[in-house]
Each structure stands twice: as structure tokens, then as C-alpha cells.
């Protein structure tokens, strides 16, 4: 019974799913709209509890000793700060008290996360009266401080400054380090990968040599060779492309069946 | 022979520096690299062109600050073509970190419409781009194929407020403005698996005119697409930004980052030439050893 | 006397400004004329229907253009359309096309209280407006309708989708019979699959954990769900080797589902009590965040083993690159043609596409999955043979056949 149910509201949704495709009125949008919010309302919670893990996960790794376990620390206040500038802005020239209530918001996590780690009754005693006496300052401060405020409904958080250096001159660089990182790992797996062994894998390297070079003046010929890598992409790429999508897109259409009529039931845990 | 085995097996940390290397001398040299326009390029630029003033179009800012250098260039190149020529222009960031990436393009291209210049021999006055006047940014949203299904019904429906708190129906922009139908083009400019929810849920089920923008990698995935006819024009990582901002007569970041992706292409090449000597050099050396 | 001529004078050149005065109506009205000369040819054969196939609120116009567009005066510059819901008006202005064009969609919103909101089962009125440089010299066509707009129960355009699924329906429907009656069915090996569990047997010995990634998919993604079929295959294994798994999730939903997945694999293989809910937890959602942070956990626990099944992107090369640097041994499957390469090259077995899909009914076995693995080959068999005479069609110029499948939104 506690998979039946779940299976029984899969399939009506996924047949409704169907239906809508083929039915434009009004009503049957109206349906589907309400669905589309629900996805949204649930998608809501489960970030909740996405969060929540986030939490554990980083308690249990200082709980353990684990190597690079203090970086959890950085995790989750860097995750309450970033929340914290998105709902806050300065309502005057100074920021008065803001910094002291940031940095007094995340005492409070790091007690939160030691009170979670530790074991030893002691020491869970300290850092739950540190929690509560961080926690009691910091609303202190951001009850009696008025050179800023809190924003939850309007987006003036999103013009603190504060937030917009993190983003720029932190998140920014170090994303675009990460995704660069991309070009040497390419740059390697090319250098190994591509060996003319035999036939086809020499067909490969010369394709490969072709679409690199393409639009590079350097190479003699450069428009020949635009023209031969154009050629490559537009008709042998194109038409291996083709022939895999239409292979998953069967496969798509096959599977989706399967769980509506509820033949494929491995992903509720029947593997 | 063994200088031919070390070829073959050569560590991966020397790729990586002459890589480094190669790419920190070129950024700082002057050279330029001539570009080439492709013709799935070229149709997104003359799609542009051809719209009247007061045209609208999408532009969907799908990409994170990790794909900043191949898309922001071709942001910058379509946006400030749009506002030159008074075309309106509604924002959507359905990737996370894509509201960032919207506001700095946003407010680098008003300072930049904002001179006089001068594009492919018309002079354009400098004049001031409002907000919900000559764009409406909708901001981000979780659940980016729900938002894109919502949208085809009714913008105010998955954004009742613009990016800003603004109610929707109150931007001066958006009247009149409902969904897809009153949109002359869509351009996803993204780096993840939103296009394909742009073209499986958008431009599939609303069948608006869609181009896009897609980093080098993700491009040739793409092809097909523009072979059936589901997109007008892709461009393509940086040669497409490049290729773009030539079109455009306004040379950016992608012109210069070209002069650092030509050598490093080199490189790459170079590396493959020498593990392929390496191996043929190993295997002949094998052959004579087994005759021997 | 000098007085009285200049007096006479002064009348007599009012009289003849008043005679020229008179004499100017004329000059006025030939200005007239000349303006109505600048004035184009209205629009003609004008219709108004109702927009097929949508949700209603929406009418289509069309109209012949005016004989001054491309040709006679060459002044129109555009068409503006007005709609009124009675014939005497007034008129709004709903969109303006510019000249050439001779079809205009009026696309109104459903929400009474938006102002773009057009009723349905209400007559409504249509005029449209030749218009010229100067806004002001426009020739209004004659008032058309009433037309009625309503929303259909079914969309005639997507006809060709509806054949097909049925098709396909019924093609699955009769493997999966013939399957239950008995009837073998082949499915040739998966060499990917096949070598979890060698793989998972070398992470016991080895005493290290195994790492799946789910890919950045949702839930909804069927890559995702035939990556959840994977994961319990690999959860049970894992429970009865009572070694570790490591699942770092990308997004929230995908956590919850998979939790209970391995939570189940564990009741499954008979050790729920072996079952810890944080080996699946959720990280960011924030594509390279991800990245670093599943690095981190091959560079830190370095896996005997990584699986990456679902949905992958620009990640792909760093994910498999890092897991090769750790010495894991590497599985993946992917539909995203792009990164499909990228797997090969850094990863020891890979599915392509649609293995992935096939994967739960290769781990099953059981009719009911062979039967519809048995149907899409028939429907790829069928997508050949179509498009051979799809390709002659084309040729030969028989539309009628092409035409037969197009889809129209």
C-alpha cells in the first residue's frame, strides 16, 4: 500500500500530462498550471531539506576529524552570510553595528555546529550557553542598530554592497577558475586520447586535427580548411547526432511509458 | 627510442605548463586574429538587424560567473545591438548565479549606450537606457522548465514582479506584452541544460523564433537543431562571440580572448603530433625488436 | 481730398484683400486634395477567425495588403490593428505589423483584470489601419467581424504526435504480452553494466568507498530516473559487501528520491540497520561548486570506484579527469551526446544514450522491461524505413508525404 499509492499518483498525473498535450482549453491549462505550482511549492520544502543535509553532512565531518573537515565552517557561514546581505541594506551613510552582528550571527552557526559535533556533555553545556549568548547579542544589536535594516519582501537586499563584492570579486573568480580549469584537463585528455591506432581512431585524430585548426590563419590553406571542418560538423556530426538522438528520444518516450503505466519502478526503490 | 617512449607517456603537469605559458604570453602580446563569420552566426545578427524599433526580444541569461568568458561577450554584443537600434529587451536568469550576471551586463552596456558611437559606418547617439522602458529584467526562478512552460502563458504568471519588486503589469515594457507571441526572438545564451528546455519546452510547444548561445563544448550538440530548423543561429563559445561582435562592429572580449584560444589550439595540436611520433616511433621499435 | 483718395484707397484694398480672401477656399481645397492624394488605399479582403487549436482569447487577421504597398504611392509603412467589442466602438489599438505583412495574431490574455485581456464567446470587431510616415495620413479599412473567439478540446496540429505515441503504445503493449506469454527476448550485454558489480567487489577488497554521482539532471529528467534504477542495483550490492557509498547530490528533490532508493536497496539486501541517510546528501546548486566539491571528496576518500549516471555537462571531463587522478575505477552513462566523448575518453566502461535507459531492464530481466526495450527497436526500425521514404519523397517532390508528419503549434 505505501507504494501503491505513489505509483497510482504517478500514473494519473503522467496521463493527465499527456491528455494536456493534446487538449489546449482553458480548463485543462488551468489543471496543468496548478501542477506546475505544486512542483514549485515542493521544490521549496525539499530545498529545505536539502539545507538541512548540507547541515548534518558538515556537523558529522567535525564530528569525525575528518581531513579538510574545517572547511565546513567556511561552507555554512559563507551560506548564512550570502542569505544574510540578500535581506539586509543600510538605511542610512554608515553601516553602524552590521559587521559586529554578521560576524556575532556566525559565532552562533560555528556554536551551533561544535554543540552538534561534541560529545562529551561538558562541552555541549558551553557551546549551547555560546549559541544562546551569540544568538541573544546578535538580536540585541539588530533590534537597537538603525543604520540598517531587514528587507524581506522588497529587494533592496539586493543592492547591499556587501553582497555584490562576495559575488563579483569571490564567487565570480572562483567559478570561472573551476570552469577554466576545463581548457587544461581538454588540453591533457586530447594529448592522450588521441592516437592513431588504427583506422577509425586515425580517422578521429584527423577529424579532431581539422576542427581544431578551423578558422586558425596560421595554417596554410585556412580556408580549405574551414570549409573541410564545416563540412565535418554539418553533415558526418550532424548525422551521428541524429541517428543517438532519435535513439534517446525513443528511449525517452519508452521509459516515460514504462513509469506511467508503472512497469519501471526502480527509481522508488525497487532496483 | 627512449626520448620517443617519454613523448608518449609525458606527464600530464607539462601539458598544463606550457599550456599556462603559452596562454599568459599571448594575452599579453597585441596581436590580432582575423575572423571568419559563419553563416549560423550571421542569422542571428541579420534576424536582429532586420527588427524594427520597438521589436522585443528575450534574452535568457542562462550561465553562471564559470562560463563568463565565452557567453558575457556575446551578452554584450547582442544587447548593445538591440538598444542602439531601440529594441526592447525582457531579461530572464534561470540559471542561479544568473541575476548577477544580468545586472553587471545590464549596467556595463547602459554606460557604454550611453556615448555616442559608432557601428558599421551609422553613428549612434548616446542616449539613456531606462529600466522597464527599454528592458524589464524578471530575475531568477527555480525550476527553470516550469518557468519557461509558465511563460508561454503568461509572463506575470511564473513573474508577478520584475527582478526589482515591481509589479509586471505595472512596467510600461510589458503592456501588451502576455507571452512568447508578442516576442519577435529569444536568445538563450546559457552554458548548462536550460537550452534544452528552451527548445524542448519553449520554442517545441510555443514555436518562437529561437537562437542560441552556448560555450564551445556544448556547441556542436547543438547542430542539429539548426539543421531542422527548431533554431535560427548558434554561436558558438568564443570564436561565436568573436564572430558576433565582428558582425556588430564592436569588438570586446572575445576578440581578445581569441588571440589567447589560437596558441593554445596550437599547443594542443602540437602535444597531439608529438604523443602520436612518440607512438609510432614505440611501435616501430617494438616491430624491429620482435624481428630481431 | 487727400484724405477722402487715401480713404477710397484704403477701401478699395480691403475690398480687393477680400475679394483675394474670398478667392483662397479654392486654394484650400486643392491643398486638400492634394493631401488625399497622400492618403494609401485601404486594406481589402479582410477575414477575422478564431485562432485554431489554443486555449481561446485569440484571434487571427488577415487582409490583402493596400495596392500602395510595394506598388501605386509605396507609402505604407505600416498596418495597426484595432479591436473594438462593439461595432461602433470604441476602437483599441492592439499591435501594429509592418507593411508586406498580411496576417496579424491578436494574442489576448485570459485574466479579465489584465487590460490585454480579449473575452471569449463575445463578438468582437476588427479594423485595421494603412499607415504612412506620418502617423496622421492612415486610411481605416471598414469594421469587420463580429468574430468570436473559444478555446478547443483538441489540438488538430499535433495529430502526427498522437499516431505515433499510439503506435508505440501499442507496439510496447504487444512485446511486453508476447514476453509474459513466454517468448525470449535478446538483449545483448552491456558491457557498462555488467561491471558494476566487478567494480564494487574491487571497492570491498580495497576497503574504499564507492562514489555515484547522479548528474546535474532534476528529478524530472528520465536520465535521472534511469540513473535512480542504477543507484539501487548499486546500493543493494554495496549493502551486501557492506561496503561505503557516497551519493553527493546536485539537486534537493534528486536527494529525497534518492535517499529512499538506497534506503529501500538496504531493506532489500536484508541490513536496513547498515542504512545511513548522510551518505546521500545534498551539496549546492551551483554547477562548478559541485564540482569542487565532489573533487574534493575523490581527492580526500579517493573511491575505488565512481559512477557517473545522468544527466552531465561542462563537468564531465573534470569529474572523470579527477577520478582517474585518484585511480578510481570509472563507470558512466550519459545522454548528453556532447559530454559522451569526454566519458570515453577519461572513463574505463561507458553507456551511450539510450544504454542508460536500457540499463533497469538489462539489471531486471523481467518481460515486462525486455518487451518495451523489444518495441523502441521496432520504432527505430520503423524511423529508418520512414525516413528512406521520406528521403525519395522529398526527391520525387511528393509533399503530400512530408507534409503528413509535420507538427503545427
Redesign the interface.
Known amino acids: 500500500m505505501r507504494r501503491q499509492i505513489p505509483f497510482g499518483l504517478v500514473f494519473i498525473f503522467g496521463i493527465f500530462m499527456v491528455f494536456q498535450f493534446f487538449v489546449p482549453h482553458e480548463k485543462s491549462e488551468w489543471v496543468y498550471e496548478f501542477l506546475l505550482d505544486w512542483i514549485i511549492v515542493i521544490g521549496i520544502f525539499a530545498l529545505a531539506l536539502g539545507i538541512w543535509s548540507l547541515f548534518k553532512v558538515s556537523v558529522e565531518k567535525i564530528k569525525q576529524g575528518k581531513e579538510g573537515g574545517n572547511y565546513s565552517y567556511i561552507t555554512l557561514v559563507g551560506l548564512y552570510m550570502m542569505v544574510a546581505f540578500g535581506f539586509t541594506q543600510q538605511t542610512g551613510e554608515g553601516w553602524g553595528l552590521y559587521f559586529l552582528w554578521i560576524m556575532l550571527c556566525s559565532a552562533c552557526i560555528v556554536s551551533l555546529m561544535r554543540l552538534r559535533a561534541s560529545t562529551d556533555s561538558g562541552k555541549k553545556r558551553m557551546w549551547a550557553l555560546a549559541s544562546v549568548g551569540f544568538l541573544v547579542a546578535a538580536v540585541l544589536v539588530a533590534i537597537f542598530d538603525d543604520a540598517w535594516a531587514f528587507f524581506l519582501y522588497t529587494p533592496e537586499g539586493l543592492e547591499n554592497s556587501m553582497f555584490e563584492i562576495f559575488f563579483d570579486h569571490i564567487m565570480m573568480p572562483i567559478l570561472a577558475t573551476m570552469f577554466s580549469l576545463l581548457a587544461f584537463y581538454i588540453a591533457s585528455a586530447a594529448y592522450r586520447a588521441f592516437r592513431a591506432r588504427n583506422v577509425l581512431a586515425s580517422l578521429l585524430l584527423l577529424a579532431a586535427l581539422l576542427v581544431m585548426s578551423r578558422f586558425n590563419p596560421v595554417i596554410p590553406g585556412a580556408e580549405y580548411v574551414a570549409n573541410a571542418s564545416n563540412w565535418l560538423m554539418n553533415v558526418p556530426n550532424l548525422a551521428a547526432q541524429r541517428a543517438i538522438v532519435i535513439g534517446i528520444g525513443l528511449g525517452i518516450v519508452g521509459t516515460a511509458l514504462k513509469i506511467i503505466l508503472g512497469i519501471e519502478r526502480g527509481y522508488m526503490g525497487r532496483g | 627510442m627512449e626520448l620517443f617512449e617519454r613523448l608518449m607517456k609525458?606527464d600530464?603537469r607539462w601539458?598544463?605548463l606550457l599550456?599556462?605559458i603559452v596562454c599568459v604570453w599571448a594575452y599579453a602580446s597585441s596581436f590580432s586574429?582575423?575572423?571568419?563569420v559563419?553563416p549560423e552566426v550571421q542569422s542571428i545578427y541579420d534576424k536582429v538587424e532586420g527588427l524594427?524599433e520597438g521589436s522585443v526580444v528575450l534574452v535568457a541569461i542562462d550561465y553562471?560567473?564559470?562560463?563568463?568568458?565565452e557567453l558575457h561577450p556575446m551578452t554584450y554584443a547582442l544587447v548593445e545591438q538591440c538598444w542602439r537600434k531601440k529594441i526592447k529587451t525582457i531579461f530572464t536568469a534561470l540559471s542561479?548565479?544568473g541575476?548577477?550576471m544580468c545586472?553587471?551586463a545590464i549596467r556595463d552596456i547602459t554606460d557604454s549606450v550611453s556615448r555616442d558611437k559608432e557601428y558599421n559606418g551609422v553613428m549612434y547617439k548616446g542616449r539613456e537606457v531606462v529600466n522597464g522602458v527599454d528592458y524589464c529584467f524578471l530575475g531568477y526562478?527555480?525550476?527553470y522548465?516550469?518557468v519557461i512552460?509558465?511563460m508561454g502563458?503568461?509572463f506575470n504568471?511564473p513573474y508577478p514582479t520584475d527582478?526589482?519588486?515591481t509589479p509586471l503589469?505595472e512596467v510600461p515594457m510589458m503592456?501588451?506584452i502576455?507571452?512568447y507571441?508578442?516576442v519577435d526572438l529569444v536568445v538563450d545564451i546559457s552554458?548548462?541544460?536550460i537550452t534544452d528546455a528552451w527548445i524542448s519546452y519553449g520554442q517545441g510547444?510555443?514555436?518562437f523564433d529561437l537562437a542560441l548561445g552556448l560555450?564551445g563544448?556544448?556547441?556542436?550538440?547543438y547542430?542539429?537543431y539548426l539543421?531542422s530548423g527548431q533554431v535560427i543561429g548558434i554561436m558558438g563559445g568564443l570564436?561565436g562571440a568573436a564572430q558576433y561582435e565582428k558582425l556588430t562592429d564592436n569588438p570586446g572580449r572575445a576578440k581578445d580572448g581569441m588571440r589567447v584560444q589560437?596558441p593554445?589550439?596550437?599547443?594542443?595540436?602540437l602535444?597531439?603530433i608529438?604523443?602520436?611520433v612518440g607512438?609510432?616511433a614505440n611501435k616501430l621499435r617494438l616491430r624491429r625488436e620482435g624481428r630481431a | 481730398m487727400k484724405h477722402r483718395f487715401l480713404i477710397v484707397g484704403l477701401l478699395l484694398l480691403f475690398g480687393l484683400s477680400s475679394v483675394w480672401a474670398q478667392t483662397e477656399p479654392p486654394v484650400v481645397d486643392s491643398m486638400v486634395v492634394d493631401s488625399t492624394e497622400l492618403f494609401p488605399a485601404a486594406v481589402s479582403d479582410v477575414q477575422v477567425v478564431d485562432k485554431p487549436n489554443d486555449h481561446g482569447h485569440a484571434v487571427i487577421v488577415t487582409w490583402e495588403t493596400s495596392a500602395d504597398d510595394g506598388g501605386g504611392k509605396n507609402n505604407v509603412l505600416r498596418y495597426e490593428i484595432f479591436y473594438s467589442t462593439s461595432f461602433d466602438g470604441p476602437f483599441d489599438s492592439v499591435g501594429a505589423v509592418p507593411a508586406g505583412t498580411g496576417e496579424f495574431r491578436h494574442i489576448g490574455s485570459k485574466e479579465p483584470l489584465d487590460s490585454a485581456f480579449v473575452p471569449d464567446y463575445t463578438d468582437l470587431f476588427y479594423q485595421i489601419d494603412a499607415v504612412t510616415a506620418d502617423p496622421t495620413i492612415r486610411t481605416t479599412s471598414d469594421v469587420l467581424g463580429p468574430v468570436q473567439c473559444s478555446g478547443q478540446w483538441f489540438n488538430t496540429g499535433r495529430i502526427p504526435v498522437l499516431v505515433a505515441v499510439l503506435i508505440f503504445g501499442l507496439l510496447t503493449a504487444f512485446f511486453v504480452l508476447s514476453a509474459k506469454r513466454g517468448k525470449k527476448l535478446y538483449v545483448r550485454p552491456i558491457g557498462g553494466i555488467e561491471a558494476v558489480d566487478d567494480a564494487i567487489g574491487r571497492a570491498t577488497e580495497m576497503g574504499r568507498p564507492i562514489l555515484y554521482v547522479l548528474g546535474l539532471g532534476s528529478a524530472a529528467d528520465v536520465a535521472t530516473i534511469a540513473s535512480f534504477t542504477i543507484l539501487g542495483r548499486v546500493a543493494k550490492r554495496v549493502a551486501e559487501y557492506q561496503t561505503e557509498l557516497i551519493v553527493p547530490t546536485y539537486d534537493p528533490i534528486v536527494m529525497s528520491v534518492a535517499q529512499e532508493v538506497v534506503k529501500s536497496s538496504y531493506f532489500d539486501a536484508g541490513r536496513p540497520e547498515d542504512f545511513k541517510e548522510d551518505c546521500v546528501h545534498f551539496v549546492t546548486q551551483s554547477q562548478f561548486a559541485y564540482v569542487a566539491a565532489v573533487n574534493g571528496i575523490m581527492l580526500r576518500e579517493l573511491p575505488a570506484t565512481c559512477v557517473y549516471m545522468g544527466k552531465f555537462f561542462a563537468e564531465s571531463l573534470l569529474l572523470a579527469e579527477t577520478g582517474s587522478l585518484a585511480g578510481s575505477i570509472q563507470i558512466s552513462g550519459t545522454d548528453e551526446i556532447a559530454q559522451i566523448p569526454f566519458f570515453i575518453v577519461a572513463c574505463d566502461y561507458t553507456l551511450i544514450g539510450e544504454e542508460l535507459y536500457a540499463a533497469s531492464a538489462y539489471l531486471g530481466r523481467e518481460p515486462k522491461l525486455l518487451g518495451s526495450l523489444k518495441a523502441q527497436d521496432w520504432a527505430k526500425a520503423a524511423f529508418v524505413a520512414l525516413a528512406i521514404v521520406g528521403l525519395l519523397a522529398a526527391n520525387f517532390e511528393w509533399f503530400e508525404f512530408t507534409t503528413l508528419f509535420q507538427v503545427i503549434d
Open positions: 609525458l600530464r601539458v598544463f599550456l599556462i586574429v582575423p575572423i571568419l559563419m524594427p553562471d560567473p564559470n562560463n563568463l568568458a542561479m548565479n541575476p548577477g545586472v553587471q526562478k527555480p525550476y522548465a516550469i512552460l509558465g502563458q503568461a504568471q527582478y526589482y519588486g503589469d503592456r501588451g502576455i507571452n507571441d508578442q552554458g548548462g541544460n510547444r510555443f514555436g560555450t563544448v556544448m556547441t556542436a550538440q547542430y542539429p539543421g570564436l589560437l593554445a589550439h596550437l599547443v594542443i595540436i602535444f597531439i608529438m604523443g602520436n607512438f609510432f
